[in-house]
């Protein structure tokens, strides 16, 4: 009985969350791509929320408004997310900045929101350094002048009505969003001043002045405007906030979505800066124009005629909501509303109004202008399919791309053309000319391609390559819409060099005779090729073979050449560094290209100069230690490791379950396994009896909510810090202070010294612990300037004969960065095993 009650309250809760508009009452009816499109005619508001990171965006709020107001709403991120972590791959830097990147394109796609970046390439300066706890470290670091004249500009060019930004400005947020949250709030007058940055005037911009700013807030007793966002929406079957949630699913390399239930959900808003006159009212739109009759409202009495057009106008576009879904009558009343809105235009260019009047004008009708062209061409059932024979293409090529083109719709449409947009300077030919589709017929256009010699190489955060611009006319009004191609076009080097390992470590206590490298050659150019590869070495060292010469068949194909390079023996400590080169045709190349490709946002490339990395320094390492590691897939330790010279094992799901572990000296944990290893967390008690039988056991960190539980994981109870953004060391240059030097930690294999500390890479600590049991040692102590220190960065305990090793120290960045000191760190931290 108790359980029908609760169906019957939640059903009532659903119902009473129903849109109470009858246009999209019908489930079995919804046409969810025809909506997205019909929706946005409703409102001219422009919403903008700016953040820091991909991930940043307010995704239930944007969806509320996008897709449940039709507000054309948009998200602008300072970065890429390069410094975060990836829970889908080993890709760190600036390759993770591409994934992420993509992600919030695709997250964006499903809450109808356009996402934009202040970074505008990789290694930007607008660039993600890793946690922050200060604005002023953040502004030191991305240049203030230059993110906030891209910041401004972003704003003259969007022109959004109200603007949010994600994040308070208080000392519980990241410095990066603390940061966006004082220059969004600075720009709401800056924007609209001409003596700020004024170039940007002289280059064909305007002021622009903001409307209103907003920061959410968490409650309603500190908010001027609540608004419930956690209505049900039968186009989606799901609320808002759920919708939301679906978009932050692709955040995958975050670890990002969840499934929650349907419920009432508010947002507190408070509003911080307005220059509109709201009259006492406190609504999110309070004061600022809903739709073209209240712009109306906004005409002087002398325009009594352009009122008229503008009411009139405001009615056709509602026409054409309140005729979804039938798709005929919503094309015919779009070309109507879209001959209305170019008609306005011209007469609003000619009309006698105030400037700032007819800029808003003038943009709020182009944005229908676009939208109305959107909805004649998701309505025409004009069904556009473009690709190119070759996706990958190199310099001097030339290719085939076919526009197919198919009126699937109701009405004849006349002149339709399908053109090609490409970069300046390629040429395109085709024979094709305009043609009328009556229903049920095709066409095909097919072009010609010629790539440059001097074409730029693809660049993963540039517009697309090539694009088709689709137009067609209907009576005598004109749409024309672009459409994408199929998959990523990418103009790539004719021959792509990559090389392994991505880092050498030379250890000047054991110089090798021989390192082996091998250099793998991927063939990008059509048909059958040869290429020579060599290395360039530092002075006085040899390499075998001088150079090699590989032959390619086919396109895709990939060889692998094998070289051998003999340091000197009289090696000095330092930085040094390999180079790949090919020739390829009388042309050289030396670049490696990383292809990222995942099934949630597509295929891309990453492009950067084909070198190892290498480094010269002293690692001492006892001669029979024997490391099993626990790879989480969050970080490349092992191989670096291994690398190096130490004799590493990478452990199974079948060695942790039933294998041996009494024959390592040592094992270890790589970063977050615990989220990542169902098998680690299951085996957890073999490795707690491993470490009781004599073993030693080194963990690195974990988040809190990595499948780690305070008082079971480890052998005595460990708490790890939360919330996590409050425990961390982010200033790479902290002084560290060692609790115990006499301790073997710092003298066996390795003396660990102060240069040991010097030249860290992003942060010191991430997730320290906040509380541990009285059987663990503490080592070391440090903190960011003006904070309390943390001693949770090493701590030991010993358990049965063994000893169990938890450090918070972020020393995978350290190792793959190259860093000496985190290479003997890490191995005094394991060799521990050994004594």
């Known amino acids: 009985m108790k359980k029908a009650l609760v169906s019957v309250i939640s059903l009532l809760l659903i119902l009473a969350l129903l849109p109470l508009g009858g246009s999209a009452a019908s489930t079995e009816k919804s046409n969810i791509e025809l909506w997205n499109a019909v929706k946005p005619l409703e409102t001219t508001v422009t919403f903008l929320n700016s953040g820091a990171h991909p991930d940043d965006e307010r995704s239930d709020f944007l969806a509320y408004l ?26 760190l830097d600036n390759a993770l900045g591409i994934i992420r990147s993509r992600e919030m394109i695709e997250a964006a796609k499903i809450t109808g929101v356009k996402a934009y970046h202040l970074s505008e390439t990789t290694s930007d300066p607008i660039y993600d350094f890793g946690f922050s706890k200060t604005p002023e470290e953040t502004l030191e670091k991305w240049g203030e002048e230059l993110t906030y004249e891209r910041l401004i500009r972003f704003i003259r060019t969007y ?83 759920q919708l939301g949630e679906q978009s932050r699913y692709l955040h995958k390399s975050q670890g990002m979505g969840s499934d929650i239930p349907a419920a009432p959900r508010q947002v507190h808003l408070d509003l911080k800066q307005s220059a509109v006159d709201t009259k006492n009212k406190s609504d999110l739109f309070a004061g600022v124009p809903y739709n073209f009759a209240e712009w109306a409202e ?142 049920n017929k095709s066409a095909t256009i097919t072009y010609k391609v010629d790539v440059p010699e001097d074409a730029a190489y693809y660049h993963a955060y540039d517009e697309s390559t090539i694009t088709t611009s689709i137009s067609y006319k209907y009576g005598s009004t004109k749409t024309s819409i672009v459409e994408e191609l199929e998959g990523t076009i990418a103009v790539l080097p004719d021959v792509g060099l990559t090389l392994s390992p991505e880092d050498i470590v030379v250890n000047t206590a054991d110089v090798k005779e021989e390192i082996p490298v091998t250099v793998t050659l991927k063939n990008y150019t059509e048909g ?77 490339y990453y492009q950067y100069p084909s070198a190892i990395n290498t480094v010269a320094f002293e690692l001492l390492m006892p001669a029979s230690l024997k490391v099993g590691y626990i790879e989480s897939g969050f970080d490349k330790v092992a191989d670096y490791l291994s690398n190096a010279g130490l004799n590493i094992t990478k452990l199974t799901e079948a060695d942790l379950a039933k294998g041996d572990l009494s024959q390592y000296d040592t094992i270890v944990t790589g970063i977050r396994a615990y989220l990542s290893r169902e098998d680690l967390k299951a085996n957890n008690a073999r490795l707690l009896e491993y470490v009781e039988n004599g073993g030693h056991l080194v963990v690195q960190y974990h988040k809190p909510g990595d499948g780690w539980d305070a008082l079971t994981t480890a052998p005595y109870p460990l708490t790890l810090g939360n919330p996590s953004i409050r425990w961390r060391v982010t200033d790479e240059k902290a002084t560290v202070n060692v609790l115990k030097p006499e301790s073997a930690l710092f003298n066996y294999p390795n003396k660990i010294t102060t240069d040991d500390w010097n030249n860290w890479v992003q942060e010191r600590g991430l997730y320290f612990p906040m509380k541990w049991d009285d059987r663990f040692e503490t080592f070391i102590s440090m903190a960011d300037p003006n904070e309390e220190p943390f001693d949770g960065g090493i701590l030991m305990a010993k358990y049965g004969k063994g000893t169990y090793l938890y450090t918070n120290l972020v020393l995978y960045r350290q190792i793959q960065g190259q860093v000496p000191g985190g290479y003997r760190i890490m191995t005094n931290l394991i060799s521990y095993g050994a004594q």
Do not use: C
């Open 298 to 439: 906004k005409l002087p009495h002398s325009a009594s005629k352009l009122k008229a057009e503008f009411k009139y106008l405001q009615t056709n576009l509602d026409a054409v909501v309140a005729a979804y879904p039938n798709e005929k009558q919503i094309f015919s009343k779009s070309q109507t509303a879209l001959s209305h809105v170019r008609k306005m235009t011209a007469q609003i260019k000619k009309a006698k109004l105030s400037s700032v009047i007819k800029n808003d004008l003038l943009h709020k009708l182009s944005l229908k202008e676009e939208q109305l062209q959107n909805v004649s061409y998701v309505s025409s059932g004009l069904d556009v399919q473009a690709e190119a024979v070759s996706n990958i293409l190199t310099k001097g090529q030339n290719t085939n791309v076919t526009v197919t083109v198919k009126n699937n719709g109701k009405q004849t449409l006349k002149k339709v053309a399908a053109t090609l947009n490409v970069p300046k300077g390629w040429q395109t030919k085709t024979k094709s000319k305009d043609v009328n589709l009556a229903p």
């Open 159 to 241: 022109q959004p009505d109200i603007l949010m930004p994600s994040f308070q400005n208080d000392d519980t947020q990241h410095g990066h969003h603390r940061t966006m949250t004082i220059l969004s709030e600075r720009a709401f007058k800056d924007a609209a001043d001409p003596t700020v940055f004024p170039k940007q005037l002289k280059q064909g911009l305007s002021v622009w002045q903001v409307k209103k700013l907003y920061l959410p807030v968490s409650s309603s007793e500190q908010a001027d405007t609540s608004i419930e966002i956690g209505n049900y929406d039968p186009i989606y079957g799901m609320t808002y906030p």
């Open 66 to 91: 996008s897709r449940g107001l039709g507000v054309k709403t948009s998200s602008l991120i300072a970065n890429r997310g390069e410094g975060g972590q990836n829970e889908i791959g080993d890709e």
């Open 528 to 604: 059958k090729t040869s290429a020579k590869v060599a290395l360039k070495v530092p002075e006085n060292w040899k390499v075998k073979p001088g150079k090699a010469t590989v032959s390619f068949n086919e396109k895709s194909e990939e060889k692998q050449v094998k070289f051998t390079l003999t340091p000197p023996k009289t090696i000095q400590n330092g930085e040094y560094q390999v180079k790949a080169v090919a020739s390829v045709n009388g042309k050289t190349f030396d670049s490696t290209i990383q292809e990222i490709s995942y099934d949630h946002i597509g295929t891309f």
